[in-house]
C-alpha cells in the first residue's frame, strides 16, 4: 500500500525537475543520443563608430554540420539596422544610431541547438578640433602693409554655440595680439584677422579656439616680413616642368626663369635641388636682373631609374621671393598611383612613401557634393613637401618643406623648412563639379618616409 506521504515526496521531486528543466530557457541544448550537442560562441563585445561595420563571427562555435542564424534582438529607439548574412558563420551589423544592439547567435545540429549573445556599442562620430590659418605661410612680406590671415576652426565639440579666438603676431607691438569670438555653425567657426609689421625680420603668427573654461587646439604660421624696397611678386617658371622616360647617365638641361622683379632689385640668387641626393645635385646661380626678369641654365643627369622632384627657389639675400618644382622620370617608373575616398567620417590612409616624387589621384565621385576634405600628414624628420591641386591644375595647398628644423639652411631644401613634419588641415576644399583631386609628395633626399590621410565630412 502506498502511503499518501510518499506520494507527495515524488510529486515534489518531479516538480523539482520540471522546473529544473524551464530554466535551461532558448539556450538550452536539445540533446541526441546519435550527435552530440554543438557550443555556440557570438564573439566579444564590440564597441564601434555609427554609420560603420560591426563583425559578427561565430567561427569560435564547435559542433558537428552545425548551422548558424543571427538575430538582433534588441537596438536603440528609431534604429533601422539590420543583420547581413544573418545564416553565415560571418555577418555584420552597420548601427545608425547611437546606443547597445544586442544580438543572438543560434547554432543547430541532429544534436541540438545552443545559442549566445554578443552587444554592439556605437557611438556617434566625434570629431577632434583642428584650427587653420590661411594663408599658411607668408614668405615674402613687406614693411607697412597689411596682410589679412583667416582662423577656421572645425571639429568643435556639439553643444558649443560659440569660441573665442585668440592670436598673437609675435612682434610685440601693442596691437600684436587680440581676442574675439565667432558663433559655431555645423561645428566650424571662423574669423578674420590682420596686421601690419614695422619691422623686417621673421615672425610667428601664433592663434588658439576654445572657450572660457576649455582650448579646443593651436596653429601657428611662419611668417618673413622684408623691407619695402625689396618686395617683390615675383613668379618662378622652370622649363620644361616635366621630363618622362627619361634616360640614366643622359644630361637634361632646365632654364629657371624669374619675373616680376621690382626695380630695387639687381641680381637674385637661383637654388636647386635635383632629388636623387648625388654631390652635384644640388646649387646656386646669381643672376642679374634685366628689366624685372632673371634666367638661369642648370642641367643634371641621373644615375638610377625612379620619379624625382627638381625644386628651386629664387632669393634676394636671405628673403626667399618665389618657387617652383618639375618632375623628371628616369626609366619606367609609375607616375600615378590610385585611391579613392568613399565614406565620410573615417580617415583613409593613403600608401606611405619616401624620397623621389609620388603623384596620388584621389577618386571622389561617390562622396556627395558639397563634402569637405581634411588631410593630415607626418613628414618625420626628413623634410618632405606635399602639394595639393583641385581640380587637378590648381594648387590649393603647399606645405613647404616639413621635417625637422635643423635642416634650415640646407640645399637640399632651396627655401628653408617651414615647420615641423606634423600637421592636420581642416577643410582643403568642398567637393564641387570635379570627381578627383591630385596630391604630390616630393621627397628632398634618399631615405626620407612619410604617410598622409585623407577624410571627408559635411
Not at 40 to 61: C, E, F, I, K, M
Not at 249 to 268: K, N, R
Not at 429 to 447: A, L, N, Q
Amino acid at each position: 500500500m502506498v502511503k499518501m506521504r510518499d506520494v507527495k515526496k515524488w510529486l515534489l521531486f518531479l516538480s523539482a525537475v520540471a522546473m529544473a528543466m524551464g530554466m535551461l530557457g532558448a539556450c538550452s541544448n536539445l540533446f541526441s543520443t546519435t550527435v552530440s550537442p554543438p557550443t555556440a560562441n557570438a564573439g566579444s563585445d564590440q564597441a564601434v563608430q555609427v554609420g560603420s561595420t560591426a563583425r559578427l563571427n561565430g567561427s569560435s562555435s564547435s559542433g558537428q554540420s552545425i548551422s548558424y542564424s543571427w538575430t538582433l534582438l534588441s537596438y536603440p529607439t528609431g534604429s533601422g539596422a539590420s543583420i547581413s548574412n544573418s545564416s553565415s558563420v560571418s555577418a555584420s551589423l552597420i548601427p545608425d544610431f547611437s546606443g547597445d544592439y544586442l544580438v543572438r547567435l543560434v547554432v543547430s545540429n541532429s544534436g541540438g541547438s545552443a545559442c549566445d549573445l554578443v552587444k554592439i556599442t556605437a557611438s556617434a562620430y566625434v570629431p577632434t578640433t583642428a584650427l587653420l590659418i590661411t594663408p599658411s605661410v607668408l614668405s615674402s612680406g613687406s614693411v607697412g602693409t597689411p596682410y589679412s590671415f583667416t582662423l577656421s576652426a572645425s571639429g568643435i565639440p556639439s553643444g558649443t554655440s560659440s569660441v573665442t579666438f585668440a592670436w598673437n603676431f609675435g612682434d610685440g607691438g601693442s596691437n600684436s595680439s587680440g581676442t574675439t569670438s565667432a558663433l559655431v555653425t555645423n561645428g566650424s567657426a571662423s574669423t578674420n584677422i590682420s596686421h601690419t609689421y614695422t619691422s623686417a625680420s621673421s615672425y610667428t603668427l601664433s592663434a588658439t579656439v576654445g572657450t572660457t573654461t576649455s582650448s579646443f587646439a593651436s596653429a601657428s604660421a611662419p611668417i618673413t616680413i622684408s623691407s619695402a624696397a625689396t618686395t617683390t611678386t615675383a613668379t618662378l617658371t622652370l622649363t620644361p616642368a616635366s621630363v618622362s622616360n627619361g634616360t640614366i647617365g643622359t644630361a637634361y638641361s632646365f632654364t629657371l626663369t624669374a619675373t616680376g622683379l621690382s626695380s630695387g632689385i639687381t641680381s637674385v640668387t637661383f637654388n636647386y635641388n635635383f632629388g636623387d641626393g648625388s654631390s652635384n645635385g644640388t646649387g646656386t646661380k646669381v643672376a642679374y636682373v634685366y628689366g624685372g626678369s632673371a634666367t638661369a641654365s642648370i642641367s643634371h643627369s641621373y644615375g638610377t631609374s625612379g620619379i624625382y622632384g627638381l625644386s628651386a627657389t629664387i632669393s634676394n639675400g636671405s628673403t626667399s621671393l618665389a618657387s617652383a618644382l618639375g618632375t623628371i622620370a628616369i626609366g619606367s617608373a609609375a607616375t600615378n598611383r590610385n585611391d579613392a575616398l568613399t565614406q565620410n567620417g573615417v580617415w583613409h590612409a593613403a600608401q606611405s612613401g619616401g624620397d623621389g616624387v609620388t603623384v596620388d589621384i584621389w577618386d571622389i565621385s561617390s562622396l556627395p557634393s558639397g563634402a569637405k576634405v581634411d588631410l593630415k600628414y607626418e613628414m618625420y624628420s626628413i623634410p618632405d613637401r606635399c602639394i595639393i591641386e583641385y581640380p587637378t591644375g590648381t594648387i590649393i595647398y603647399d606645405s613647404g618643406w616639413r621635417g625637422d628644423v635643423s635642416y634650415n639652411g640646407d640645399p637640399q631644401y632651396p627655401g628653408g623648412v617651414t615647420g615641423d613634419g606634423t600637421n592636420q588641415i581642416s577643410n582643403l576644399f568642398s567637393k564641387g563639379s570635379s570627381s578627383s583631386f591630385k596630391v604630390t609628395i616630393v621627397g628632398g633626399e634618399p631615405g626620407t618616409a612619410w604617410d598622409y590621410s585623407m577624410m571627408s565630412h559635411w
